[in-house]
């Protein structure tokens, strides 16, 4: 491990910890007092360059340990986090009038969600500190995600999530062997439960907005959009914000790039929220350094958030970046989901498709041009929750098993 962390700073206060401390959040702000871990930025340099990295025959997120807080996992757990396409879709771009579009494909981490990177960050710094059990509250991606990779080394995990939370993402948790504790309540209330259970039982935290590594590893998707452009920076990169935790990721890590000197422009950040979840794009809007608490009501589980608990981080990525905040409904959520399948064949779910509707949505204010390049990180597979991914396609077609019947078919065919 090449350590590289000199110590972690308050979010709120600017207070700083040392490089040992092994709390969550600031002794002096409590809960609300997220912390940045920051790097000796010099000594990462020499092993952070272009020519080492090109070298580097990893393809997962650990060919950027320099700059990540823990060292990997002694206990490999055989699922490779990191290394995701980043794909041109020519049809999509045509339809839409996007010549510059890319599309970041999160969604084929193992577990189906970028959520892998933190995860596979937080069991590193948890195997280190010799856990045998993590808890995280989550409504379905965070929580398999971890459920996942502890699975692969024998670690207990407790889920808490709220019994909102979609059918196929529970099942997945239940695959994983998790210990699932559905809250009779929304995600914020399972959060503070969580909270609650791992400081009386001493259990390790994978909560987002709370364990300041997980943003780390989220971070790691930015690296990796660079590395795979040449480090040439797009105009935008597009991500959708539920707690802010991956929008205050992808921040740090064009920070931490900066820093290493392998980034000489930075791209504008856009950040995208669902209509009805929407506590970050109202905070932007009023020029608040923090979020105010929202009742949330949006088919895009995965960023239905009340009360986000990182905040501070993401509406400072989108100010340091000189980007945007945009919400758009659900309903152009589900249509622009449909346009990916249809036109470039990928299968997000709502969360991650509110990304490329947000690009629409900055077009039309006159917030970002169509010539302009813009990398939508696409953060979640469609499987995470199908029945409200796939609502408003075309319904099935019945036809008859009588092969003197297919002008049926051929009728469909042609059918408006």
Request: neutral net charge; aromatic residues 6%.
């Amino acid at each position: 491990m090449i350590d590289c962390v000199i110590g972690f700073r308050c979010v709120l206060c600017d207070k700083e910890q040392p490089s040992d401390f092994t709390g969550y959040t600031c002794p002096h702000c409590g809960v609300t007092g997220i912390l940045d871990i920051q790097y000796d930025y010099e000594r990462a340099r020499r092993s952070f360059r272009r020519a080492s990295l090109a070298a580097d025959q990893r393809r997962d997120l650990w060919r950027y340990e320099a700059l990540l807080p823990a060292p990997p996992p002694m206990i490999w757990p055989g699922l490779p986090v990191g290394g995701t396409p980043l794909i041109s879709p020519v049809r999509l771009r045509d339809r839409l009038g996007l010549p510059g579009l890319q599309l970041k494909m999160d969604g084929l981490l193992p577990t189906g969600s970028l959520k892998d990177r933190a995860s596979m960050v937080a069991l590193a710094q948890a195997l280190q500190r010799g856990a045998a059990t993590i808890a995280g509250a989550s409504t379905g991606n965070a929580a398999s995600s971890i459920a996942g990779l502890a699975a692969a080394v024998g670690l207990q995990v407790v889920i808490f999530v709220p019994e909102s939370a979609p059918a196929p993402k529970l099942a997945q948790l239940r695959t994983y062997g998790a210990h699932v504790m559905a809250v009779r309540g929304t995600y914020d209330q399972a959060f503070d439960l969580c909270l609650s259970a791992t400081d009386r039982f001493g259990w390790y935290s994978r909560n987002t907005g709370y364990n300041p590594v997980l943003s780390e590893g989220k971070k790691t998707v930015v690296f990796e959009i660079l590395e795979q452009r040449r480090w040439r920076a797009p105009d935008w990169i597009a991500v959708s914000v539920g707690d802010g935790c991956i929008l205050g990721g992808i921040g740090k890590g064009l920070r931490d790039l900066m820093g290493v000197g392998l980034l000489d422009r930075m791209p504008r950040i856009l950040a995208v929220q669902s209509s009805g979840s929407a506590a970050i794009y109202n905070a932007f809007k009023a020029g608040l350094g923090s979020a105010s608490p929202v009742e949330p009501d949006t088919v895009a589980d995965s960023i239905s958030v009340g009360q986000p608990r990182d905040s501070v981080k993401a509406l400072r990525a989108v100010r340091e970046s000189g980007g945007a905040v945009v919400s758009v409904p659900d309903e152009e959520i589900l249509e622009t989901g449909h346009r990916l399948g249809s036109l470039a064949g990928v299968f997000s779910e709502p969360a991650a498709s509110a990304a490329l509707a947000g690009v629409l949505e900055a077009r039309r204010q006159g917030l970002m041009q169509g010539s302009e390049e813009v990398v939508v990180v696409i953060t979640g597979l469609g499987l995470k929750d199908p029945l409200r991914t796939a609502q408003g396609t075309p319904e099935l077609v019945s036809v008859s098993p009588d092969p003197a019947e297919l002008d049926a078919v051929r009728q469909a065919l042609s059918a408006p």
